[in-house]
């Protein structure tokens, strides 16, 4: 017979394991929600305010009812870049198109090739864009797959935009004939550009980086951290989930890995403050990419325009960039 006592203690362990189970069933559940509303863009007009700026119960709601975050779109015309500037399309893989603007310098002139962060669209390197004018380039600014003219509405945070970085390399070298194309990625953009160096091997002649993340689970920590709540095992949940849903391995979504496939001169630029990719993780990318190459600090800045903050400082460092791609080729 087992004791009174054996039988209570039985129950409290089942009991136990069941809401156990309840609990990480649900949390599973709350992962695969938010890796789905972070990975596929909605229809609606609302977005979730960033995590650092929301209130309790708005983190509270963000928590229970998921994000929102629609697709990424642009109101600003061709002619806000340059009143010659020419609006093209470049097919890349999975059917997707990418919407770009083209402004032609001459034969002669390097040509920028310009990639936006995550939930961004073209338009948000306007002014880097004008910038690389300015300079003397040739720019191409290219929507990722999922926003503005692009075809799509999803983001995979680097992976798949790999794919279309490379799509932009192959059309700028068979369509647009310039004697030298360095690639500026600003954040995701950065990342993208790297997996592409490393799994596709293209091979521009110069490299520039902007707020580069190192892997792709300390960047989703990073925004456990903003808005205060513990990133384990949340994280990790939803890295999980957002592999699943991709049928890729998130956790292997390293650019610090990428990095050492550099064949050409690299820029890295990063803002001292940035929570969302932190300088520490910017220098470990750094670190790992081969010579010759160059690390920028911007002090006091976070996950941000430099262009806006530093302008000379960014203009300068772009400017030598661009000639030591000219060097090396």
Not at 79 to 90: E, F, K, M, N, R
Not at 108 to 136: D, N, Q
Not at 171 to 190: E, I, N, R, W
């Amino acid at each position: 017979m087992i004791s009174l006592q054996r039988k209570h203690l039985i129950r409290v362990a089942l009991t136990t394991l069941a809401v156990g189970l309840v609990l990480f069933g649900g949390l599973n559940y709350l992962a695969y929600k938010h890796a789905r509303a972070m990975l596929c863009f909605g229809d609606g007009p609302g977005r979730t305010r960033r995590p650092e700026d929301l209130t309790f119960k708005e983190k509270t709601d963000a928590v229970f009812n998921g994000i929102s975050i629609p697709r990424p779109v642009g109101d600003r015309a061709p002619t806000d870049l340059a009143p010659d500037a020419a609006v093209i399309s470049i097919p890349s893989t999975d059917s997707a198109t990418l919407a770009a603007w083209y402004v032609n310098r001459g034969p002669a002139t390097p040509l920028m090739i310009l990639f936006h962060g995550y939930t961004a669209e073209k338009t948000a390197l306007l002014t880097e864009a004008r910038s690389c004018l300015e300079l003397g380039a040739s720019v191409l600014l290219v929507d990722f797959r999922g926003s503005g003219g692009s075809s799509e509405a999803y983001t995979t945070v680097g992976l798949l935009e790999a794919d279309d970085v490379t799509a932009s390399m192959h059309y700028a070298h068979d369509q647009l004939a310039h004697p030298c194309t360095v690639l500026f990625g600003q954040s995701m953009g950065a990342a993208a550009i790297l997996r592409a160096v490393h799994t596709q091997h293209i091979q521009p002649d110069g490299v520039i980086l902007e707020a580069v993340f190192d892997t792709m689970l300390n960047t989703v920590c990073n925004r456990f951290e903003l808005m205060h709540a513990p990133s384990f095992p949340s994280a990790q949940l939803l890295m999980f989930w957002a592999g699943r849903q991709w049928d890729v391995n998130s956790f292997a979504h390293k650019p610090v890995d990428y990095a050492a496939s550099l064949t050409c001169p690299v820029l890295f630029m990063h803002g001292t403050a940035d929570p969302r990719a932190k300088l520490v993780e910017g220098r470990r990318v750094f670190e790992a990419a081969p010579e010759p190459k160059q690390f920028l600090a911007f002090e006091a800045v976070a996950h941000n325009a430099y262009v806006t903050a530093r302008p000379t400082q960014w203009k300068t460092a772009v400017a030598a960039l661009i000639e030591k791609a000219y060097e090396a080729k």
